[in-house]
């Protein structure tokens, strides 16, 4: 599936509206280059999933848990990370298969540890379609 959004409150909305489908132990990537909304969709994800607190990105600590919402929500963001195999330090696979809605900023940067099915979430910037103009494109991934 691919949508256009012209605006941030757009993108908030989607993912918003995806979250109310999420089930747990569902697992949501993103990829896409700094600052092109991947923060912006997790918010709206949290949201969606009945969080209110604020999201902000979890930079220094790789990982954020919310417990407020109707599921738990773990939200990653690897950018930082060295090697996949860090990813076990901080206890990874106890978050991606637990009973929580996990989410991966540049899960790009950690492909060969990833769950066998996740939703991937692309977006991209087009610039002569305007600044906030993005695209993104829904994919389910099983791995083989
Ligand atoms: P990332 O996490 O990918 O580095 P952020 O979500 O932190 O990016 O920042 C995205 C920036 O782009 C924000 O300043 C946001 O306001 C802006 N923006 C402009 N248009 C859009 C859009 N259509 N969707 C999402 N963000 C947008
Ligand atoms: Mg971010």
Redesign the pocket.
């Known amino acids: 599936m691919v949508i256009e ?4 409150q ?2 908030f909305a989607f993912a918003e509206q995806m979250a109310r489908k999420a089930t747990a132990g569902d697992v949501y990537t993103l990829i ?1 280059d ?7 969709f997790t918010q709206g994800i949290a949201r969606g999933l009945g969080i209110t607190e604020p999201i902000s ?1 979890p930079t220094f600590t790789i990982v954020q848990e919310y417990e407020s919402g109707r599921l738990p929500f773990y939200h990653f963001d690897v950018y930082r990370i060295g090697a996949p195999e860090e990813m076990d330090e901080i206890g990874f696979e106890d978050y991606v298969y637990g009973e929580g809605v996990t989410m991966i ?1 540049w899960a790009n940067l950690i492909q060969e540890i990833l769950p066998e099915h996740y939703t991937q979430i692309t ?1 991209e910037k087009d610039i002569a379609k305007g ?4 695209r993104i494109t829904v994919e389910e991934v099983t791995r083989v």
């Open positions: 959004t012209f605006s941030p757009e993108t896409g700094l600052g092109v909304g991947k923060t912006v990105s900023e977006i600044f906030d103009y993005r």
